[in-house]
T-cell receptor, first 112, second 117 residues
């Protein structure tokens, strides 16, 4: 079955540091890949997505590239801010009427 | 953009009572909605898939008599936690898939924090 493996957290970084959160997946088909973010006290929000190999999703300075050869979708940001502190979830969705499969989430804390 | 409205955002109830959570797609029709539960420090767990006009499909281990799901229209699905107990305290999230099915359009509600005393 489909699965998502996400690096364990928590991750603590200083402001302006470089961020990488690793995500790898297993899927039988050609899924769409997502990063969701959950800010404290709020629900999930879609951060970015990629629907096919070599696509790069980007938003708010974050980006992730769909790598079919390594089955990965690592999240990166060049310079994090305190306001980026949140829990980040990697997810995939097969085509068709299937729900998302989520990773366990990675908590990011950015300190000033 | 498309919006999924989920209410209430937070509810506190006494043990033994029932709580209804609504999930509405505001500007699109959703033939399919999904209900997730989020445990502390864990990922979202899919509880059930709700299809308009038919019975929900529950994931293994989810009690269908306890978590009643009704998807009566193309814009509304409800989750009712019946006879709630403290162990049901959790964060519940719905998501809705755009009926057009063009590309990947899946939208999330803002979640409901349920606390059972």
């Amino acid at each position: 079955g489909n699965s998502v493996t996400q690096m364990e957290g928590p991750v603590t970084l200083s402001e302006e540091a470089f961020l990488t959160i690793n995500c790898t997946y297993t899927a039988t088909g050609y899924p769409s890949l997502f990063w969701y973010v959950q800010y404290p006290g709020e629900g999930l929000q879609l951060l970015l997505k990629a629907t096919k190999a070599d696509d790069k999703g980007s938003n708010k300075g974050f980006e992730a590239t769909y790598r079919k050869e390594t089955t990965s979708f690592h999240l990166e940001k060049g310079s994090v801010q305190v306001s980026d502190s949140a829990v980040y979830f990697c997810a995939l969705s097969d085509t068709g009427n299937t729900p998302l499969v989520f990773g366990k989430g990675t908590r990011l804390s950015v300190i000033a | 953009g498309a919006v999924v409205s989920q209410h209430p955002s937070r509810v506190i109830c006494k043990s033994g009572t029932s709580v209804k959570i609504e999930c509405r797609s505001l500007d699109f029709q959703a033939t399919t909605m999904f209900w997730y539960r989020q445990f502390p420090k864990q990922s979202l767990m899919l509880m059930a898939t709700s299809n308009e006009g038919s019975k929900a499909t529950y994931e293994q281990g989810v009690e269908k008599d306890k978590f009643l799901i009704n998807h009566a229209s193309l814009t509304l699905s409800t989750l009712t936690v019946t006879s709630a107990h403290p162990e049901d305290s959790s964060f519940y999230i719905c998501s809705a898939r755009d009926k057009t099915g063009q590309g990947e359009k899946l939208f999330f509600g803002s979640g409901t924090q349920l606390s059972v005393l």
